[in-house]
């Protein structure tokens, strides 16, 4: 063969590998398709305002110095924070819980009123500080009623007593003129203050609560004081407590089996907590936390149903998951280690679309989860964090805002397919996907969430009535840095951006393009 020849066969050789290299260059680089079906009549249930709750404890800053500072130049005539409670508007918060967590198993609540000054201090055995008590039942009850939040009133079952949950509700709660009710009225409030929500205590399944019980004692106890509080007044909704101890081997779903058996007739809500973190930088895994959610309300949803078999009355049961977060960075060795951290979070980009993660997974079962707190409001694990001079608002506080706008409207049954990830075994799908109708409006909010770390993904969104709008509002929060902070310095470098664009329909749907670790909140008008 000549050389001639041999150059010849050479050039086209190398064009044609080229032109592979190319091509499978192309492949890689092109995003994956995804398939999202949205179809108004698949409705799941309502998305409860409850669903945006929050918590405030006696732990670190939350109370003092966050929601109460007296004496401060920022603070009101009753010593809150003004500039809080404006923050606290913003989030539209619907149900705040209190006054624990861990600190309630200690707490007697008839130490927090009456005059100031004859309040006794207290050690709080639960996280190692003194409580002053000059943040009590009253106080937190007109913080409620100045920020525009449903009070949830969780009693002490660890070292409390009946008698004592008894008299919290009638004090709260009572009309005619009894001793309680009598003193909340020489306390300064003549009208019930009307707690409607009352917790059966916290995490009572876990060693490190004060007033720890094994399943059985502790149903007994929620039983009776069930009954006592209902007696005091029986419009009140109540929550047992859960089990939060996910300690190895630690039999959780026998301890919810156990406490629907003997509850079932007298609760209208179980308690769950799941706390996640990234403590392996592994951010794909960090953000498939949410299967692990997705699976803990199926199991607990399984459990109500059998229990709610055996029912006398037929009261249903929802979920309360009234502790939800990121927490990591400040936690753990003992309780009291971990109090004098004082749980100050400084949350970043990938912790704000952790927020989309789990309220995707409560607005796709919002038809058993009807109650969700994050944990917490100010300072401690918050979206919200202060100093003497003013505040700053975290990165988690902006979807929780947003998502927020969603309360009332009708959960959908979306039809979503997308390429995954090996989660544990278990393949994962990158994009986690809830979807809201509001009739009213003729409105569907579609909430995705991109859970990798590297891949743009298209995906065609259509509607089973067959049209589309022609232009939809976006929502996204995204960041190059997903350990980007905000700073009392720079409280805007990780903001969602808004915008409307134009899209081309074709058929019943069109193409968008989720970016890389991204939460997107996508508003489409249907005719």
């Not at 130490?111 to 006794?120: A, N, Q, S, T, V």
């Not at 700053?392 to 947003?402: A, D, G, K, N, S």
Request: glycine share 8%; aromatic share 10%.
């Amino acid at each position: 063969m000549s050389s001639k020849v041999n150059r010849g066969s050479w050039r086209c050789f190398a064009r044609l590998a080229a032109a592979l290299a190319a091509a499978a260059l192309a492949s890689a680089q092109a995003p994956p398709e995804a398939r999202i079906k949205i179809d108004t009549e698949r409705v799941v249930g309502q998305v409860d305002a409850r669903l945006f709750g929050n918590f405030a404890e006696h732990l670190g800053r939350c109370i003092y110095g966050g929601i109460y500072d007296e004496g401060s130049p920022l603070a009101d005539a009753d010593g809150f924070r003004k500039d809080v409670i404006d923050a606290v508007k913003g989030l539209n918060v619907s149900l705040l819980r209190w006054p624990g967590g861990n600190f309630v198993s200690g707490y007697h609540w008839e130490d927090g009123i009456g005059p100031r000054e004859k309040r006794p201090v207290r050690r709080d055995d639960a996280w190692g500080a003194l409580e002053s008590n000059r943040f009590g039942t009253d106080e937190f009850l007109r913080y409620c009623e100045r920020v525009g939040a449903e009070p949830y009133v969780c009693i002490n079952a660890g070292l409390g007593t009946i008698e004592e949950a008894r008299h919290w509700v009638e004090y709260c709660n009572e009309a005619d003129h009894t001793y309680y009710a009598d003193l909340r009225r020489a306390n300064g409030r003549d009208k019930p203050w009307n707690v409607k929500i009352w917790g059966l205590g916290n995490e009572i399944d876990g060693p490190w609560q004060l007033g720890h019980r094994n399943a059985e004692d502790y149903a007994k106890f929620a039983l009776e004081a069930a009954k006592a509080m209902r007696r005091a007044d029986d419009s009140i909704k109540l929550i047992a407590s859960g089990s939060s101890n996910f300690s190895p081997g630690y039999d959780w779903i026998g301890w919810n089996r156990t406490v629907l058996d003997y509850l079932k007739n007298d609760i209208d809500y179980l308690s769950l907590h799941t706390y996640i973190g990234n403590r392996d930088n592994n951010f794909e895994k960090f953000l498939a936390a949410g299967s692990d959610i997705d699976r803990r309300i199926a199991i607990v949803d399984g459990l109500i149903k059998a229990a709610r078999e055996g029912q006398t009355a037929r009261r249903p049961i929802y979920i309360a998951f009234d502790e939800w977060n990121v927490w990591y960075r400040t936690c753990c060795g003992t309780e009291f280690e971990t109090g004098r951290k004082g749980l100050e979070e400084r949350y970043n980009a990938e912790d704000a679309l952790a927020m989309g993660m789990f309220l995707n997974s409560f607005i796709r079962r919002a038809d058993v989860v009807k109650v969700a707190n994050l944990a917490q409001l100010v300072n401690v694990i918050a979206p919200i964090v202060t100093s003497k001079n003013g505040l700053f608002l975290q990165t988690i506080y902006w979807p929780l805002v947003e998502y927020g706008k969603q309360r009332g409207n009708q959960s959908l049954d979306a039809l979503v397919t997308s390429p995954t990830y090996d989660y544990d075994g278990r393949q994962v799908g990158y994009l986690d996907v809830s979807a809201t109708w509001d009739e009213k409006s003729r409105r569907a909010f579609l909430n995705v969430l991109n859970r990798s770390s590297k891949l743009d993904i298209a995906a065609r969104i259509a509607s089973a009535g067959g049209k589309v709008p022609s232009e939809i509002a976006v929502w996204e929060m995204n960041h190059p840095d997903l350990k980007a902070v905000n700073t009392f310095e720079d409280d805007k470098k990780v903001r969602p951006t808004t915008r409307t664009i134009a899209v081309i329909p074709t058929g019943d749907g069109f193409v968008y393009k989720f970016p890389a670790h991204s939460l997107t909140i996508l508003t489409l008008k249907l005719e």
